[in-house]
């Protein structure tokens, strides 16, 4: 499978379809996500319903522009940005690239951003989440002891990063924070991850009006190492 650049750095949005979470309202209902994972995800979906589990989409395919709007809005202040514990944290005093590297943990900047491929998506049990309770995707809900724990501990049983889904951010190696709620089709994103290369961020960058766009092309080989590629 060949994956244009567009794709991988979530300029177009050609290769995702609607996908509706069952029983849910609006704004939780519709996502978007790759043609192609569309029956794998149905069929895991299927799976942990039969252990009870309501396996829900909170975010699938994000657009450059939206990862641009976020990316801004946190290195700006103007959305929170959380530390190591995961509780919302001050930039000011910090410099360009110490902003970046605390943003970088939870956000990735414009086309660096698996969800642009719409093979990676952030997932929670709607059956364990009770009545007007605001989801947050922290490590509090789905580590241990977490409302969505079981279901997590559950989907353990079911990775499989060859040919299956898998957690890309399962394990904290000094770059992007654990993200148990976020997994990825491997058989779709091996593609995506081929094609992002360090120079085509490099180009991306210099696209669009990025906050802190200098500083990311300048330690660009620093994280892509620590950030972007998978080991
Ligand atoms: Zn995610």
Known sequence: MRVDVDIATGTTDRHVVRWINEGLDEPHKHFLIHSGLVEPFRQLRDRA?????????CSGFRSFQRQTEIWNAKVSGHRPTLDHESRPMSLDGLTDWQKAEAVLRWSAFPGASRHHWGTDLDVYDAAAMPRGYQ??????ETDRGGMF???HDWLDTQMDINNGFFRPYHSDTGGIAPERWHLSYAPLA???EAVLTPQLLAERLHDQKICLSDTLIGHLPVIYERFIRRR
């Open 49 to 57: 319903a039969s252990k009870g589990y309501d396996l829900c989409v």
């Open 135 to 140: 989801l947050r995707l922290t490590p509090e």
């Open 149 to 151: 724990a079981p279901m």
């Open 190 to 192: 091996r593609h995506c």
